[in-house]
């Protein structure tokens, strides 16, 4: 059986292939002639992921990978770079390149009944079987793996092979025993490995899900099958909860298409085998094809939104496919009007990156021009012969209720304003709820700048509040919230948006944005029970005086959270503006630069601080002028006016009512209504528009159910003191190996209360005893170095106080050095101390708790190492492992883990 399509449906293909389709196959066939030549080596050393390997060490860019080039340019400086963790790094392109050059060969030797492709396919199989279980599964960064160092990855390069193997078994003649091989020698104890490590709902699981079920099907395994469909995190599972009801992906853009094509592979399988998913969820993935074009930005770059690569254009090959394979399903005209622009013959056409594509793992490229002949073997198996007439389809206003999205559009599409108030959106989100997103054409004004390198520093700063358009609140980045949504309506005229989101206990936030033609209100406000500050960054703009130059300002340091993500370390020449009385004009030129110019006017109902500050930019793009305007009351609003083609004049504020002067001479009058929003749009208020909430109960369904780690809660009732106990297989935290096959590691707790200290002993019978300094430099990643190696993490809570520690021994005294753990504090006193025991060691830490307090919350983490190794192979939970993997914890751990203790007085 052919595993993606039909056996009757093959003939169809092979005629399209040379028909409609040759300039596609013909091309494919082009770029394999390294693989035909057969001059390919299998690498030999897996993968290593580490922070210097395969990033330019000037700015940052990842390295260009060129399969037939081994040498490292950056594409940005054009520097080329050498050393060991680059070399170490290219296999994992290579990998996915190679894989997926086996699939093009077996697609293009069953199409073109091509000798030459299918001895090249077989050919590199054969070489997999030699060399696959010779990689080592060690030291991986993100589950097991063989030749990789995160197991989606492996998943990815399994499935190619998969799906060449049985299209070569169901094309051209082949031997049975080759195939038998592969099945035992790559597919077998592959997936064995990608079975043990389930990463729940997340973009990855769709991989792992889509290689169990292709290899299920290749190796007639009906549990994997079962598996892989219905499973706890199998295609079902993903299809309802993490697509979800506008057919977004709950990660954002920057994963929707990701994992939108994961489940193509899935659905198309599933389908094939009569499993296909209830007729809902399957209108669902439907409108997965268009949903990555709804939020679309004038200059059709997808909003940075989240851990977001930054601008990227939908003038890439994959998107135009996605429309292909859409459009081979059902009708869409959505779908159709995008190809309209995507296969646009007036844009250049540049290099597509095709000829070194890694699989289905994205490398973005410049936009570029494109046709039919630049898709991939899917629409070669899957497209249409003909596509419709091409007709673009005009974006409009939408909302995307279930992302928690909203886009006013202007002018055809070539005005954009968005308000981003949902979901946070798991762990590649942002705090950045209320934010607010304006483009005019190629003019990104208020722009989510998206995040650069995930093992540089500047990623701290992509995550705070601060590098937004959101609130904060305290001069914190805002707790991880989703936001509500108010109101939005579009009635032509006018349209608005407002949002909602409790951004601190007690403190409900609004956001309200009103777009008339060519400018919007924006309006901030906040309730609460005490006093809040709340500060509104404003990036890319300058303080203006009535003569339009620059406000002078004192240089001043701005006080703000200390946190590594609320941002303020990233800030550069503070100054504090003190502008005169009104209303604070902003621009975006001061230099009277020809070009499009960003016109502001803002004003706060209570006392406000102005500052200014240099900000870094989006990423590889020069910082940039950031102006803060802070304000601290138990109520307030901040309220702003903003023009960005020069139709405003100037503003008033009085009260909640504002006045916009245009430069025509008339003057719009806006104000709220109770949840409404009025505007007279002349003087004499003889037109006036209501706007109401005018949201239909559908489009605001969130009933998609709360997803996330859902972690466990050991809380039922309180422990009591003294307290000991063994930790043991229910407590590890694995990575590659299980609690057995890592030599059964234990460790023995034992908590105790002297007088107003929580006295907490750990004794570890066997360790290697491998001490990594407290503030070595870590070469992989931004986590610190010592958690790879023997440590204790312990964690307390008691009163208002929540202290984390990870703690080292430094050998060769009885000293004990710290830090404090990411995302918890030091407020509470330790002193710790150990000592070394026959094949193992002892470690004594001594806490401060509160007077008189009841309770204390108190969880122990044990990390452990191996010989050979350089990432920990485990660690032992006192509140229990609930079969997590150990894998990107670093020193962090949720506060709802610890366990609580009475303290009983005695
Ligand atoms: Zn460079
Ligand atoms: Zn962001």
């Avoid at 070539?414 to 308000?419: A, D, E, I």
């Avoid at 914190?476 to 006018?494: I, K």
Wanted: proline share 6%; with cysteine; glycine share 10%.
């Amino acid at each position: 059986m052919s595993i993606l399509i039909a056996a009757e449906t093959l003939p169809l293909r092979r005629s399209l292939a040379r028909g409609a389709l040759a300039p596609l196959a013909l091309g494919l066939r082009v770029e394999l002639a390294p693989v035909l030549t057969g001059a390919i080596e299998i690498p030999r050393d897996k993968a290593l992921l580490s922070r210097t390997g395969g990033r330019c060490p000037d700015d940052g860019t990842l390295l260009r990978f060129d399969p037939v080039d081994p040498r490292h340019v950056c594409p940005t400086c054009g520097i080329e770079v050498r050393g060991e963790l680059h070399d170490r790094f290219r296999p994992y392109w290579y990998q996915l390149w190679l894989a997926e050059r086996v699939l093009h060969a077996a697609v293009l030797g069953v199409l073109l009944d091509d000798a030459d492709c299918v001895h090249a396919a077989w050919g590199l199989l054969d070489g997999y079987v030699d060399r696959y279980l010779e990689y080592p599964n060690r030291d991986n960064v993100l589950g097991p793996s063989r030749p990789f160092f995160s197991t989606y990855l492996e998943s990815i390069w399994l499935l190619q092979l998969v799906l060449a193997v049985d299209l070569l078994e169901s094309g051209a003649t082949h031997s049975a025993e080759r195939g038998a091989r592969v099945r035992d020698r790559i597919v077998e104890p592959s997936v064995r490995l990608i079975a043990s490590y389930d990463e729940g709902v997340s973009n990855r699981q769709v991989w792992n899900d889509a290689a169990m079920l292709a290899a299920g099907i290749l190796l007639d395994d009906a549990r994997l099958i079962d598996h892989a469909v219905d499973g706890p995190s199998g295609l079902r599972e993903l299809l309802a909860n993490a697509l979800l009801a506008d057919g977004s992906w709950y990660e954002g853009e920057n994963y929707h298409l990701f994992a939108h094509r994961g489940l193509w592979y899935g659905v198309t399988m599933a389908e094939r085998l009569g499993r296909a998913p209830s007729p809902a969820l399957a209108t669902r993935f439907d409108e997965g094809f268009a949903a990555p074009f709804r939020t679309l930005l004038p200059d059709l770059t997808y909003p940075s939104r989240r851990d977001s690569q930054y601008a990227v254009s939908v003038r890439q090959p994959r998107f135009a496919e996605s429309c292909e394979l859409g459009l081979a399903r059902h009708d869409d005209p959505r779908l159709v009007g995008m190809l309209a622009r995507l296969y646009d013959p007036a844009v250049p056409a540049r290099d597509t990156g095709r000829r070194a594509s890694t699989a289905d793992v994205e490398r973005n490229l410049p936009a570029t021009g494109l046709t039919r002949a630049d898709l991939s073997w899917r629409s070669l198996l899957f497209a249409r012969a003909a596509l419709p007439p091409l007709a673009p389809h005009p974006l409009a206003s939408d909302l995307l209720p279930a992302q928690g999205f909203g886009i006013l559009r202007r002018d055809g599409g070539r005005c954009f304003v968005g308000l981003d108030y949902g979901r946070s959106g798991g762990g590649h989100g942002h705090p950045d709820r209320l934010n607010l997103l304006l483009s005019d054409g190629d003019a990104r004004w208020f722009d989510d700048p998206g995040t650069g390198s995930y093992v540089d520093e500047s990623l701290h700063w992509y995550r705070s509040t601060l590098a937004h358009t959101a609130p904060l609140v305290d001069g914190h980045s805002q707790p991880r919230v989703d936001g509500e949504l108010a109101a939005f309506e579009d009635v032509g005229v006018a349209g608005w948006m407002r949002a909602r989101a409790q951004l601190s206990p007690g403190c409900m936030v609004h956001r309200t944005v009103v777009v008339v033609d060519d400018y919007l209100v924006d309006r901030v406000e906040w309730e609460s029970e005490d006093a809040h500050e709340i500060a509104l960054p404003f990036h890319g703009v300058h303080a203006v005086g009535a003569d339009g130059a620059p406000i002078a300002g004192q240089p001043a340091a701005i006080e703000g959270g200390d946190g590594r993500e609320d941002g303020f370390a990233f800030l550069s020449d503070t100054m504090r503006l003190a502008p005169a009385d009104g209303p604070v004009a902003l621009v975006s030129n001061v230099a009277s630069a020809p070009g499009p110019e960003l016109r502001g006017w803002v004003a706060t109902s209570a006392a406000a601080s102005w500052w200014r500050a240099v900000a870094p930019g989006p990423p590889a793009r020069p910082s940039q002028s950031l102006v803060l305007v802070r304000s601290a009351a138990r109520r307030g609003t901040i309220t702003s006016i903003w023009s960005w083609r020069g139709s405003v004049r100037s503003a008033d504020f009085d009260g909640d009512v504002v006045t916009v002067h245009r430069v025509d001479g008339s003057a719009h009058r806006h104000r709220p209504i109770g949840d409404d929003w009025a505007i007279d749009l002349a003087a004499g208020a003889t037109s006036a528009v209501v706007l109401g909430r005018a949201v239909s109960a559908e489009s605001l369904d969130r009933s998609t159910p709360e997803r996330g780690s859902a972690a466990p809660t050991a809380r039922a009732r309180s422990l009591t003191l003294s307290f000991r106990t063994i930790l043991g297989a229910a407590h590890y935290r694995r990575s590659e190996q299980s609690w057995e096959e890592a030599g059964k590691p234990t460790c023995v707790v034992s908590i105790d209360r002297s007088g107003e200290r929580l006295v907490v002993r750990v004794d570890v019978p066997r360790a290697e005893r491998r001490f990594v300094p407290i503030d070595a430099e870590n070469p992989f990643d931004n986590d610190p170095a010592a958690i790879h190696g023997d440590g204790v993490q312990l964690y307390v809570a008691a009163g208002a106080h929540a202290s984390g520690w990870l703690l080292v021994p430094i050998p060769g005294s009885t000293e004990v050095a710290r830090r404090t753990a990411d995302g918890w504090s030091d407020t509470m006193h330790i002193e710790a101390s150990w000592q070394p025991l026959t094949d193992g060691y002892s470690l004594v830490a001594s806490v401060g708790i509160p007077t008189g307090g009841a309770e204390a919350d108190v969880d122990v983490l044990v990390n452990e190492i191996a010989p050979g190794r350089s990432r920990r192979r485990g660690q032992l939970v006192l509140s229990g492992a609930h079969g997590e993997f150990v894998y990107l914890r670093a020193d962090r751990h949720d506060r709802e883990r610890l366990l609580r203790f009475a303290l009983d007085d005695r």
